[in-house]
């Protein structure tokens, strides 16, 4: 704390990330990142771009970026709008769509970012509650409502909300804007991007920070009718003219062009995660259906906090959030590798016998 902090900043309650230990040799299934690295294709494209041309700032209008994913998704560029992370993206929309008169709604067990967000732009909300089986209750949003947004599949438990309802969400509220945060969604979701052209209250945020592997770049974007765009871009604009850089602009880009590397390592991870769910269920695990790269489990006797410590004492870190307290007792672990998913069950089986 510093005298010199406005009285704004000690209102604030910022995000806490999942810890990323200095620590090595640590089984890391904490953070949903993809445990499989990003495309040869892109460390091929870094590898080129890390030249001189490091000295010039980058393009600001990250135009071959944009227009790798335009093409991806067959979609023109000016529907695309690119950020440092689909955090930036999030805040930026945050700010240009959120503040509005009524308060926005999302799900009560979601991302907690969002809550973080409506603090720092004042931005005033309400918690949908989930259906008691933690799936999104579409029939909560039908109230008046300065907009929507939630994650699908949903984070922390990774359940999908079917393109078909989310149809039915948007035609229920033409009049709001409705934010489908998609970081997870290539892991057995159909994109809600095949409904923009439809919808102009529908924009939807993916990042290539999960699965396609690039957490360390931060690369985060928006898909939208163009007039949503631009209202972006005059955010972006009048924050960070240059929030891609050269390295990642060119990254992104190429690991658009690998489909078949994308194609392989998703599916892995999705086996894996059948496998994990599988292998948890037999060790006394209640696991929700996931349709994300991580699953949302809780042991029938022990708590949720419990697990985490014991399966830490073991080399294996897994993230617990203690409220609210619905979700308290659950554990969310990220799919790993093979060998990490059986560390995983190695360091089950030793918990669990020991008592
Ligand atoms: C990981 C995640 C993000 C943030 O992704 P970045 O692009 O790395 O900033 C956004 N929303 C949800 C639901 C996430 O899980």
């Known amino acids: 704390m510093s005298r010199f902090w406005s009285d704004f900043v000690h209102t604030l309650v910022p995000y806490v990330p999942g810890e990323q230990p200095k620590m090595e040799r640590l089984v890391k299934l904490n953070t949903n990142e993809n445990p499989y690295g990003p495309s040869p294709k892109a460390l091929e494209a870094i590898a080129q771009v890390s030249d001189d041309a490091l000295r010039l700032y980058p393009d600001p209008d990250a135009s071959a970026l944009k227009q790798a994913i335009a093409d991806y998704y067959q979609v ?23 503040k509005q008169d009524k308060p926005i709604l999302f799900p009560d067990i979601s991302y907690s970012f969002y809550q973080v967000y409506c603090g720092l732009y004042q931005i005033e ?6 259906a008691d089986d933690f799936s999104l209750a579409i029939e909560g949003y039908q109230k008046p409502n300065g907009g929507i947004i939630f994650p699908n599949p949903n984070a922390p438990t990774g359940r999908l909300l ?16 409705v934010v489908v945060d998609e970081a997870y969604i290539d892991f057995g979701g159909e994109s809600a991007i095949a409904l923009v052209n439809q919808y102009s209250n529908l924009l939807v945020v993916q990042t290539l920070s999960k699965s396609r592997s690039l957490a360390g770049l931060r690369i985060g974007f928006a898909v939208g ?79 949720g906090a419990e697990i985490a410590a014991a399966l830490r004492s073991h080399g294996v870190i897994v993230r617990h959030f203690s409220a609210p307290e619905r979700i308290s007792d659950f554990v969310r672990i990220t799919i790993g590798t093979v060998e990490q ?15």
Not at 125 to 130: N, W
Not at 162 to 177: F, G, T, V
Not at 252 to 280: H, I, M, N, P, W
Not at 345 to 351: G, K
Request: hydrophobic share 45%; aromatic share 10%; with cysteine.
């Open 225 to 303: 009718q163009a007039p949503l765009i631009e209202g972006l871009e005059r955010i972006k604009n009048s924050f960070n003219s240059y929030p891609l850089d050269r390295v990642a602009i060119a990254a992104g880009a190429a690991s658009f062009a690998d489909e078949e590397y994308f194609q392989k390592t998703c599916s892995t991870v999705v086996a894996s995660r059948e496998r994990v769910s599988a292998e948890l269920s037999v060790r006394g695990f209640v696991v929700l259906p996931s349709s994300a790269n991580f699953v949302f489990a809780r042991h029938t006797e022990i708590s």
């Open 76 to 98: 023109t560029s000016d529907q695309v709008f690119v950020g440092n992370g689909s955090d930036e993206v999030l805040a930026h929309l945050f700010l240009g769509f959120f």
């Open 125 to 130: 909300f309400e918690r949908v509650p989930l």
């Open 162 to 177: 079917p393109l078909a309802d989310i149809e039915r969400l948007l035609k229920h509220n033409a009049d709001s804007l």
């Open 341 to 355: 998913n059986q560390a995983l069950f190695d360091a089950l089986d030793a918990e669990l016998k020991a008592r």
